[in-house]
């Protein structure tokens, strides 16, 4: 008996292909490709935070008083000295752009729960 499995191509279509099962990935996250694409990019972000964790405790990103507010003035921050010519943060020595990715993860995040949270709401 001749089996079929429905392989998944790069953008995510679903294809008849051959095989002895069916794997269906449409629509999950493609984490790999992501740390695929960016490694660099990746680990400036983590030094990034590991500076942070250094200066303001490990896992205390999120418990800051109107975090969500903070890191986009941050963000807006390093902007300005980028646009200033500054490549460089001159606290941590460690890219304006990798600042603002962390930031921008950060922001992200916040705004994801707080929606997450709001969801659940609507559902009491």
Not at 64 to 76: E, K, M, V
Not at 113 to 118: F, Y
Request: hydrophobic fraction near 40%; aromatic fraction near 8%.
């Amino acid at each position: 008996m001749e089996h079929f499995v429905l392989e998944e191509l790069d953008g995510g279509d679903i294809v008849p292909g051959r095989g002895h099962g069916a794997k269906f990935d449409a629509g999950k996250p493609c984490v790999h490709s992501v740390l695929r694409y960016f490694p660099r990019a990746l680990e400036a972000v983590s030094r990034v935070n590991e500076h942070g964790a250094r200066n303001h405790g490990w896992d205390t990103w999120d418990t800051i008083a109107d975090a969500l507010s903070r890191y986009q003035h941050a963000r807006l921050r390093h902007d300005l000295e980028e646009a200033k010519g500054e490549v460089f943060d001159k606290g941590s020595g460690l890219l304006h752009a990798a600042h603002r990715a962390w930031g921008n993860l950060a922001v992200l995040e916040l705004m994801l729960r707080e929606m997450e949270c709001s969801d659940a709401h609507k559902n009491d």
